[in-house]
């Protein structure tokens, strides 16, 4: 039984492994939690710096000191697990790698703004984070992913804060620092994610189709090179606080979350 288990020896797997999922597998992985991530053939995370779901590209990412290994089956887990590092696998639903791992938690990562199909009967603790998941219902506990007063905080009953559509303030800015494609296409950016623009840049194109900032500061998101990007989709983002050091790091939205997700796993245990 999970229950007896030393906490150390709990599985976790979460599904997702872009930017607020990231920021979750960093922190239970430096609190000593055995973690698998699984993801999508091609991913779309723009905060690749701090998104472990570059490792399906790339083979491996390291985020902050803490490294990603891209395996192709979940037979593979105990190996990379015995190098120290973490497994990430394409297996969308998890249906695979949750029947083979048994996790003892589950957290929904993937940030849909809804259910894509994660029940409580999935393991003995299932997480949802943020809108689309009720705990007590269709999930155990729920994190509020939205900033203000109540990010981070553990849901034991009802849902997340709805989403609004708008990012969160950043600087002063909300939308405009989000970048946009208004025509679907090919992605080509112009600049690297860490570099300086100024308001009316072009920091990207799609198609021949220009992607232009709408404020000043720094690249701290970019789409991947070739992607094909949809109509009204997020491309990159801007940061104008301008610390081109925090391209490299989990934000503190990313933190709170993952701070919420430990909370709740030992909320759960240390009953």
Known sequence: MAS???LSDLIILIRGAGEMASGVAHRLFRSHFRICMTEVSHPLAVRREVSFCEAIYDGEK????VLAKRIHAPQEIDSVWKEGHIPILIDPEAKETRKILNPDILVDAIMAKRNLGTRKED???VI???PGFTAGEDVHLVIETNRGHNLGRVILEGEAEPDTGIPGE????TVERVLRTMKKGIFHPQKAIGDAVTKGSVVAVVDDYPVIAQISGIVRGLLREGIEAKKGMKVGDIDPRAKKEW???ISEKA??????VLEAILYWYNK
């Open 4 to 6: 007896q288990k030393k």
């Open 62 to 65: 390291s985020v902050e000191g």
């Open 123 to 125: 393991a003995p603790l």
């Open 128 to 130: 949802g984070l943020g």
């Open 170 to 173: 950043i600087g002063g800015y």
């Open 247 to 249: 391209c490299y790091l």
């Open 255 to 260: 933190r709170a979350i993952g701070g919420g």
